[in-house]
């Protein structure tokens, strides 16, 4: 059975840090690219970072780049996303995301995990 658990939102002050975890099991974590996506209220689900299987290449939105980073540790199966200098403009769902690129294609979705920026 796939599952992706992310934990680490919260409500934290404009400025503030938070580091998202998610927790991978049921699939083969180490040949999957790994993304965090949010999505804020009214606004479309948009990709924040990426990272891939070897976790040797990342990417970033360039609202978040410089503030946000991706890390994974295929030994234990998670992803993170450390987050700093937080921004009310952050404040979303955060979606982690599992995607097998190959001649069989995958894709899995967590539950999501609420971060709100706010004084």
């Known amino acids: 059975q796939v599952q992706l658990v992310e934990s680490g939102g919260g409500l934290v002050q404009p400025g503030g840090s938070l580091v998202l975890s998610c927790a991978a099991s049921?699939?083969?974590?180490?040949?999957?690219?790994m993304m965090w996506h949010r999505q804020a209220p009214g606004k479309e689900r948009e990709l924040v970072a990426a990272?891939?299987?070897?976790?040797?290449?990342?990417n970033y939105d360039g609202s978040v780049k410089g503030r946000f980073t991706i890390s994974r540790d295929n030994a234990k199966n998670m992803v993170y996303l450390q987050m700093n200098s937080l921004k009310p403009d952050d404040t979303a769902v955060y979606y982690c995301?599992?995607?097998?690129?190959?001649?069989?294609?995958?894709?899995?979705w967590g539950q999501g995990t609420q971060v709100t920026v706010s004084s």
């Open positions: 990272i891939t299987s070897s976790g040797g290449s990342t």
């Open positions: 049921g699939f083969t974590f180490s040949v999957y690219t």
């Open positions: 995301n599992a995607v097998l690129y190959s001649a069989t294609y995958r894709n899995y």
